[in-house]
C-alpha cells in the first residue's frame, strides 16, 4: 500500500520522533541542520533528519508541530545531486510513490484549490544539509551528502519491495505433471517424464521467465531420451554376445 509523504508531529519529551519500537523500528542516524524541499516548492528553514529502519523524519527546529515522514517503502529513488543545474545545493534527491486518482488533471498539482499543500500528491524531496558556521549563519555541507546516501542504502534494504501474491504464484509455479507439459512430438512416451516435485531441484525454477525455464525443460527431457537410447545399445549388445 502506497503511504508516500505525510505530516508527522509525534515528539517526545526531549522533542526527538516517537518511534514504533514495539514493531522493532529503530533510530539509525540523526542529522542536525537538514533543510527541506518538497516538489517545486522554497527550501524551508533547516530542521533535524531522523532516519529510522523503517522511514524518514524530518522535524523542524522553529516550528514544533511541523513535521513530515515518508516510509522507506515509498521512497522509489534516492541520488545524490551536486549538480547546479539540477538545483542549486548539494542535496539528496528522493521521488516519492503517490496514489494515482483518475480525475486528477494535473499530475503536479501538489497544492489544494484552497491553496493548503496536499503532502499526498508531493513527488519529490530534497534534503539539504547545512553547518552551523557561527551562531547565525549556516553554510552548505556537501560531505554529509554522501554520510546520509550511504545510510540511505542502508536502510533500503533493511525494506525490500513487497512480493505481491499473485506475482509470487507466478514466479514460483514451474512444478508441472506430464499432463500439463507439452513438448513438441507428443505420444505415450511423454508420460515417462517426470519432474521433481521440490521447487530446489526443478531445473525450471525462475521468477516467472518461461523463455529461460523453457529451453531447461526441454534440455532435461533430451538428456533422458539420450539415457534411454544409451540402455537400448547396452541390450542389443548383450544379446549379440
Known amino acids: 500500500m502506497v503511504v508516500g509523504l505525510r505530516e508527522f508531529a ?3 519529551g526531549d522533542g526527538s520522533p516517537a518511534l514504533d519500537e514495539s514493531n522493532g523500528e529503530e533510530l539509525m542516524h ?9 516538489g517545486n516548492r522554497s527550501l524551508e528553514s533547516p530542521g533535524t533528519l531522523y532516519i529510522t529502519s523503517r522511514k524518514l523524519i524530518w522535524l523542524s527546529d522553529a516550528d514544533v508541530a511541523k513535521g513530515y515522514a515518508v ?3 515509498s521512497i522509489s ?3 545524490v545531486s551536486r549538480d547546479p543545474e539540477t538545483y542549486s545545493s548539494p542535496c539528496i534527491y528522493t521521488q516519492i510513490d503517490v496514489v494515482e486518482e483518475e480525475d486528477e488533471d494535473d499530475e503536479d498539482d501538489d497544492t489544494e484549490s484552497t491553496g493548503v499543500l496536499d503532502l499526498s500528491k508531493i513527488r519529490e524531496m530534497r534534503l539539504v544539509p547545512y553547518r552551523l558556521y557561527s551562531m547565525l549563519t549556516f553554510v552548505l555541507d556537501s560531505l554529509t551528502v554522501d554520510t546520509l546516501f550511504d545510510v540511505f542504502c542502508e536502510c533500503a534494504e533493511l525494506n525490500p519491495e513487497p512480493v505481491e501474491e499473485e506475482e509470487e504464484e507466478s514466479g514460483h509455479n514451474w512444478v508441472f ?3 500439463q507439459m ?3 512430438g507428443g505420444g505415450e512416451e511423454d508420460a515417462e517424464w517426470q519432474i521433481s516435485q521440490s521447487p530446489t531441484s526443478v531445473i525450471g525454477h525462475s521468477n516467472g521467465d518461461e523463455s529461460i525455464a523453457q529451453p531447461m525443460l526441454e534440455l ?3 538428456d533422458q ?4 537410447a544409451e540402455e537400448m545399445v547396452h541390450e542389443s549388445e548383450a544379446k549379440d554376445h
Open 30 to 38: 540523526v542529522e542536525p541542520s537538514v533543510a527541506v524541499a518538497l
Open 225 to 228: 531420451r539420450f539415457d534411454d
Open 177 to 179: 505433471s506430464a499432463d
Open 77 to 79: 529513488l534516492h541520488a
Open 71 to 73: 516510509d522507506f517503502l
Open 10 to 12: 509525534l515528539r517526545t
Open 182 to 184: 507439452v513438448v513438441g
Open 220 to 222: 532435461q527431457i533430451n
